[in-house]
């Protein structure tokens, strides 16, 4: 089970981390990732990591203000989010792929995550 961490209020140009780890079932050879899901709209793709943290890909809306990083040391994912805009607001979720083949432009498939965090609220005031 994921747990994700870290959402809240914040003013547009601010910054939040977002951190996720497993409970019961560790990440360790799966491939991680945040997706997020804004009010009347689809689930999307933020940003995913291999498992050792060596290979991201992200989308375009957040590339060069995301960033996201693997914590092995503690089994977690974190995505560093910095200057947020109104549109960034959403319920973000961590998801883990058990069956990374290694390849990054595999990292935005949602249905390759078989584990879903429960979701935490980002918004970003104007």
């Known amino acids: 089970q994921l747990q994700a961490s870290g959402g809240g209020l914040v003013q547009a140009g601010g910054s939040l981390r977002l951190s996720c780890a497993a409970s019961?079932?560790?990440?360790?050879?799966?491939?991680l990732a945040w997706f997020r899901q804004a009010p009347g709209k689809e689930r999307e793709f933020v940003a995913g990591?291999?498992?050792?943290?060596?290979?991201?890909n992200y989308a375009d809306s957040v590339r060069n203000r995301f960033v996201i990083s693997r914590d092995i040391a503690n089994d977690a994912v974190n995505l560093q989010m910095d200057s947020l805009r109104p549109e960034d607001t959403a319920v973000y979720y961590c998801?883990?792929?058990?069956?990374?083949?290694?390849?990054?432009?595999?990292?935005?498939?949602?249905?390759?995550?078989?584990?879903w965090g429960q979701g935490t609220l980002v918004t970003v005031s104007s």
């Open positions: 019961g079932h560790s990440l360790n050879w799966h491939a």
């Open positions: 998801a883990a792929d058990p069956n990374y083949t290694g390849v990054p432009a595999s990292l935005p498939i949602e249905n390759n995550y078989a584990y």
């Open positions: 990591v291999s498992w050792s943290g060596g290979r991201t």
